[in-house]
């Protein structure tokens, strides 16, 4: 079989919930790379040890994500595969999500080539346990989310309106080598860095999007130290001016995107 799929997990910390993502990959038709990008000097062997059989690489790292998910990008990239599906290590697919990702590219191919498979909907886990967006915030102390969210909650609200009437899905679950081609992450905004990739792809009048509804792909962990809490927290105002700027520069007017129920 020709180089087609390549699983890209990308990992910062917490080296057995990047295990766990691993094992929820459960397909024989994909290849898997493990990206670490970390300021931690001892992570790249926690994950070695852990991650044993798959390809590990190591990136140079400055603290945002970005850079991490570029480096995936790259290797996927040189080694020539025709599709990225890039996780973060902390997140895990549901069971026979990968199989059936790949099943709809070769089901499509002959028709309908997509640039990049997106969804509605993820499902989350929190302190190992499976939840949503609505329960969890209702669930956490209210003072402390009250807090981290103020000074960022019109941004909030910008965010969700925005995504609800030109972008209604929040994570990218396969990419084409032209999609892969035809963009960069930010490697300087603290959070964020992936709506913006999305936003701008989905401004690209010359790729395609596919959507996928009613079905639950993956969860994404939340985490009080991780990306979510960047967002909303007061320290990072200053951060996201410019993901806005950026964001009022884009039309999409001629985005194309195909749903599929």
């Given at each position: 079989?020709?180089?087609?799929?390549?699983?890209?997990?990308?990992?910062?910390?917490?080296?057995?919930?990047?295990?766990?993502?691993?094992?929820s990959?459960?397909?024989?038709?994909?290849?898997?790379?493990?990206?670490?990008?970390?300021?931690?000097?001892f992570?790249?062997?926690?994950?070695?040890?852990?991650?044993?059989?798959?390809?590990?690489?190591?990136?140079?790292?400055?603290?945002?994500a970005?850079?991490?998910?570029?480096?995936?990008?790259?290797?996927?990239?040189?080694?020539?595969?025709?599709?990225?599906?890039?996780?973060?290590?902390?997140?895990?697919?549901?069971?026979?999500?990968?199989?059936?990702?790949?099943r709809?590219?070769?089901?499509?191919e002959?028709?309908?080539?997509?640039?990049?498979?997106?969804?509605?909907n993820?499902?989350?886990?929190?302190?190992?346990?499976?939840t949503?967006?609505i329960?969890?915030?209702?669930?956490?102390?209210?003072?402390m989310?009250?807090?981290?969210?103020k000074?960022?909650?019109?941004?909030?609200?910008?965010?969700?309106?925005?995504?609800?009437?030109?972008m209604?899905?929040?994570r990218?679950?396969?990419?084409s080598?032209?999609?892969?081609?035809?963009?960069?992450?930010?490697?300087?905004?603290?959070?964020?860095?992936?709506?913006?990739?999305?936003?701008?792809?989905?401004?690209?009048?010359?790729?395609?999007?596919?959507?996928?509804?009613?079905?639950?792909?993956?969860?994404?962990?939340?985490?009080?130290?991780?990306?979510?809490?960047?967002?909303?927290?007061?320290?990072?105002?200053?951060?996201?001016?410019?993901?806005?700027?950026?964001?009022?520069?884009?039309?999409?007017?001629?985005?194309?995107?195909?749903?599929?129920?």
């Open positions: 079989m020709d180089k087609r799929f390549l699983v890209g997990v990308l990992t910062t910390r917490d080296a057995d919930k990047t295990k766990r993502c691993l094992d990959i459960d397909c024989k038709d994909v290849d898997v790379v493990v990206i670490v990008n970390t300021t931690d000097p992570y790249l062997k926690k994950v070695e040890d852990v991650c044993v059989g798959y390809t590990v690489i190591e990136t140079s790292c400055n603290g945002t970005g850079r991490g998910k570029n480096t995936v990008l790259d290797y996927f990239i040189q080694k020539r595969y025709k599709y990225l599906l890039p996780i973060d290590g902390d997140d895990y697919y549901t069971e026979g999500a990968v199989k059936q990702l790949v709809y590219t070769n089901l499509l002959a028709d309908f080539l997509p640039d990049i498979i997106g969804q509605l993820n499902q989350m886990s929190y302190k190992g346990e499976k949503n967006w329960d969890f915030s209702k669930n956490m102390p209210s003072k989310f009250a807090a981290r969210s000074a960022n909650w019109r941004t909030l609200r910008q965010l969700n309106k925005l995504a609800e009437e030109v209604p899905f929040n990218f679950l396969l990419l080598s032209v999609a892969a081609k035809s963009f960069r992450y930010s490697e300087t905004l603290l959070a964020a860095d992936d709506y913006l990739a999305m936003y701008e792809l989905y401004s690209q009048p010359s790729l395609n999007y596919l959507l996928l509804r009613e079905k639950n792909w993956y969860y994404y962990d939340l985490d009080e130290t991780g990306t979510l809490h960047k967002f909303v927290s007061e320290d990072n105002a200053e951060n996201m001016i410019p993901f806005w700027q950026k964001i009022a520069t884009l039309d999409f007017t001629l985005s194309k995107t195909i749903s599929i129920q």
